[in-house]
């Protein structure tokens, strides 16, 4: 039987795009809300919930999703660090996948630079350049974000190592810095690169999207996981087997 997805920011790019492969991947739009709507009426025919959304919706989601015990997969991005704490361990009551990029590549482009951010340690200068459509409303991506999470994570340092574009700044560039650099324009889909730059040579890891049907395809595949999980936060790395 198909899966019934009730999908929330359908008329966003993203949910379109979401929209358009379900029937290919076992699936249904079986109820489609936006801003404004009330998606608590048409929850109960589904059996999990989709968000590309805005971050504003994402609370009272969640809520939904507790209340009706409902599975969630959350794609939608521009939560701030003190916000997103809060709003995981609320999706920790139900089985939910939390991903700023749902493309399997970029997935493995996450892995990768886990181990190369590892492997290479603070001998190589390390910088996540990403650009994105023009249309963008948040920067860093969340993509950039998670890359940016993995390589803090792995040289043990906070975010106070970043360094947004470096606008003022004089002087050389510190061993534990990380450079973060949004670029905006066009219909560019979504392209991130991990630098890794050291005395006599430079490591490049880059994923370029060039269909939405990627991230759609991910979240569907995301969605038929999750159907089947236990309550908890999950990522992509977990519906790829990757960690």
């Not at 249904?28 to 971050?55: E, K, L, N, Q």
């Not at 409303?137 to 040289?155: N, V």
Request: one cysteine or more; proline letters at 2%; hydrophobic letters at 45%.
């Amino acid at each position: 039987m198909a899966l019934q997805i009730l999908l929330n920011g359908s008329r966003g790019r993203m949910g379109l795009a979401i929209a358009g492969v379900a029937p290919d991947l076992n699936a249904i739009i079986a109820a489609a809300t936006d801003a404004g709507d009330d998606p608590a009426r048409v929850v109960d025919g589904c059996d999990v919930i989709i968000d590309f959304s805005s971050h504003r919706a994402t609370h009272s989601l969640l809520e939904l999703a507790i209340a009706r015990n409902k599975p969630v997969v959350i794609g939608t991005t521009g939560h701030n660090a003190a916000d997103k704490q809060a709003l995981l361990q609320l999706a920790a009551k139900v089985p939910c996948v939390w991903a700023g990029n749902f493309s399997v590549g970029v997935n493995l482009l996450f892995a990768l630079t886990r181990r190369a951010t590892a492997v290479l340690g603070v001998d190589y200068d390390t910088e996540v350049v990403e650009m994105h459509h023009r249309f963008k409303k948040d920067a860093p991506s969340g993509t950039a974000a998670r890359l940016l999470e993995i390589i803090l994570e792995e040289r043990k340092l906070d975010s106070t190592a970043l360094r947004h574009g470096r606008s003022g700044i004089t002087g050389e560039r510190q061993a534990n810095e990380v450079g973060v650099h949004a670029l905006r324009g066009g219909d560019v889909i979504g392209d991130h690169t991990v630098i890794y730059a050291a005395l006599g040579e430079r490591i490049e890891l880059t994923h370029k999207a060039s269909d939405r049907a990627i991230f759609a395809r991910g979240a569907v595949r995301a969605a038929h996981w999750v159907t089947q999980q236990k309550p908890g936060v999950y990522d992509m790395q977990d519906v790829l087997g990757l960690k």
